[in-house]
């Protein structure tokens, strides 16, 4: 036991979600030469490629298993995402000068950011003590929401609402769950939806086009699932994609290689083309191994966030779990309709994520673990 707790701390021992990293990686490798083999388009195979394995920058967040580490990143992301925000904001209003009675879509991946920024400073307002904290974080709340509502992501925005009600439920059971804490946890999710209500009026008020019609529309789509063009689509390029890989059991094992792709007619053209679902692109590329891979590294991140969120009293690890485990679902509603979380810049952002779950994990378990040991040795 005492040789098991000195490797952990040294980060000499690979544990179990080291290694569904590495055997990810590993195939998301074999499907990059696989698509480079079969000859599809070098620029894709290669994008995709990189943007997988920036997972690989996971263990690199990992050799250093701080707290500290992790404080100062997540805040060097707030302010980063603060400024995208900011950016992003600009960059509407001055496209926005050309809209009519809509507002204009600019369509981007900044937004996706949010995923993670949103449930830090939501756990801001609840667990941090110092109210200089907590009035900063809800002002760079408002640009970082704006963005996200503007976006028209609808993907994004049913993970953003889910995630924003996931952290104040953990924020307000960080000890024991009450009827006192279900009542609160109604006022405050009717304080959520009044912020989004007063930041609607405002994008409304600053951008030409009615921020109101457009996000109606938006958001009526949800009433008519089966009848929205973006869903039908959906459906028909998850056809097509399995329609390439019936009849090869390989295929369907270890996917079709990235880079794989197929023609979507338009109006004006006829380009090359990919699914719109981080787990269809997954199944479609790097198979059922690589989707079953993908998705026992969640099940871990949320077994372990859990565990150290649960059996922990340190405040900046309930924090921080808090954030985290809401980010990630967030993340993982999100990327029903989006490959946000597979190939796109920001998975660098998610492989921080998943150390800084697996560096408090280690810290709560270690903590528990020796006192248990020096009491069966008294």
């Not at 950011?113 to 900063?136: H, M």
């Not at 996200?148 to 000890?175: C, E, H, K, M, P």
Request: aromatic share 14%; with cysteine.
């Amino acid at each position: 036991m005492d040789n098991l707790l000195t490797r952990e701390k040294s980060g000499t021992q690979l544990h179990d979600l080291d290694d569904l990293l590495i055997v990810f990686l590993v195939i998301a490798a074999v499907s990059l030469l696989r698509g480079l083999l079969e000859g599809y388009a070098y620029y894709h195979v290669i994008t995709e490629g990189v943007f997988i394995l920036f997972y690989g920058f996971y263990f690199v967040f990992l050799r250093n298993k701080s707290l500290l580490q992790i404080k100062k990143l997540t805040m060097a992301l707030v302010i980063f995402s603060f400024i995208v925000s900011i950016e992003y904001l600009l960059l509407t209003f001055q496209e926005g000068k050309i809209a009519t009675i809509a507002l204009q879509r600019i369509v981007t991946r900044q937004p996706y950011i949010a995923l993670f920024t949103v449930p830090v400073l939501v756990s801001n307002i609840f667990f941090q003590k110092r109210i200089w904290i907590k009035i900063l974080s809800i002002i760079a709340a408002f640009p970082i929401i704006a963005m996200v509502l503007i976006s028209q992501w609808r993907g994004l925005w049913l993970g953003f609402l889910i995630s924003s009600f996931a952290v104040v439920f953990l924020a307000l059971n960080r000890d024991k769950f009450s009827f006192q804490k279900i009542l609160k946890f109604i006022v405050l999710l009717i304080l959520i939806m009044t912020t989004l209500v007063i930041t609607i009026l405002i994008i409304d008020q600053l951008f030409i086009g009615s921020a109101i019609v457009s996000l109606l529309n938006r958001g009526l789509s949800f009433t008519d699932v089966m009848g929205d063009d973006s869903i039908i689509m959906r459906i028909s390029d998850t056809r097509r994609a399995w329609q390439q890989m019936q009849g090869s059991i390989v295929d369907i094992l270890f996917g079709k290689g990235l880079g794989a792709s197929y023609d979507r007619n338009s109006i004006y053209m006829t380009y090359p083309y990919q699914v719109d679902c981080t787990y269809i692109y997954i199944f479609w590329k790097m198979g059922l191994v690589g989707l079953l891979t993908f998705l026992l590294i969640g099940f871990k991140v949320f077994k372990k966030g859990f565990y150290a969120f649960k059996n922990t009293q340190d405040l900046f690890i309930k924090y921080i779990t808090a954030s985290l485990l809401s980010g990630f679902i967030g993340l993982y509603i999100a990327s029903i309709t989006s490959v946000c979380s597979i190939i796109y810049q920001f998975t660098i952002v998610w492989a921080f994520m998943i150390s800084a779950v697996e560096i408090v994990y280690l810290k709560v378990r270690s903590e528990i673990i020796i006192p248990r040991r020096n009491n069966e040795q008294v």
